[in-house]
Each structure stands twice: as structure tokens, then as C-alpha cells.
Nanobody, 125 residues
Framework: QVQLAESGGGLVQAGGSLRLSCAASGRTFSSYAMGWFRQAPGKERDFVAAISRGEGGITYYSGSVKGRFTISRDNAKNTVYLQMNSLKPEDTAVYYC?????????????????WGQGTQVTVSS
């Protein structure tokens, strides 16, 4: 069983930056593909970014965040990061990290086996 814990959320002005962290308790973290999703009130949970297992050199982004957000991982620390730059009010949501134990099967939520509790990101105008 894998436990994920997000941190780093908060309130930031439009144009600002935040870095989210997700610490995993799993013993085989390097074998997981990791993803970030977000959910705004009354909205569906949307894909944000994902990074492949192992070296983690392959990344994927939704069109709405591409060029602004960067996903990375530190396998030695069992941690995945989401660097968010040029934040917009539309980015306001609860952000969740998730683990795909089978590798990066896709960007849909259904492919992810474990989820963190979420961290709130609020971007003011």
C-alpha cells in the first residue's frame, strides 16, 4: 500500500509561483509513474502532468499548463514535484498527486492506483 502526502499549496497572486511536493511512503517509488491532477469546486478532476517511472525523463502536460508547469521527481527522496509558474486564477483548485504502479498507462484518473489527500492552491487576481 502506498501513502502519498502533498504539500506546498497556498495563496499566491496571479503571475506568481508555487512548488508542490508529494512524498510517497512506498518502497518501490522509482517504479511508479507519478501524476498530478487538480479539481476545482463543482468541476471534474483534471489531469495536469505526469512523469514516467525510473529515471523519470519522460513528462506529459495538459494543454492548459504546458509551458508553465514542470513535473519532476527525486527517487532518492521518494518525492515528486510540481513547479508552477505564471499562475492564473484558473489554476485555483485542490491539487492531488497520484501513483500509477503499472507505469504511465495514461493521463486519465482511472489509471492511477493511489492518491494523496490534496493540497489547496488559490491564485488571486
Amino acid at each position: 500500500q502506498v501513502q502519498l502526502a502533498e504539500s506546498g499549496g497556498g495563496l499566491v497572486q496571479a503571475g506568481g509561483s508555487l512548488r508542490l511536493s508529494c512524498a510517497a511512503s512506498g518502497r518501490t517509488f522509482s517504479s511508479y509513474a507519478m501524476g498530478w491532477f487538480r479539481q476545482a469546486p463543482g468541476k471534474e478532476r483534471d489531469f495536469v502532468a505526469a512523469i514516467s517511472r525510473g529515471e523519470g525523463g519522460i513528462t506529459y502536460y495538459s494543454g492548459s499548463v504546458k509551458g508553465r508547469f514542470t513535473i519532476s521527481r527525486d527517487n532518492a527522496k521518494n518525492t515528486v514535484y510540481l513547479q508552477m509558474n505564471s499562475l492564473k486564477p484558473e489554476d485555483t483548485a485542490v491539487y492531488y498527486c497520484a501513483a500509477d504502479l503499472a507505469g504511465l498507462r495514461g493521463t486519465e484518473s482511472r489509471y492511477y492506483d493511489y492518491w494523496g489527500q490534496g493540497t489547496q492552491v488559490t491564485v488571486s487576481s
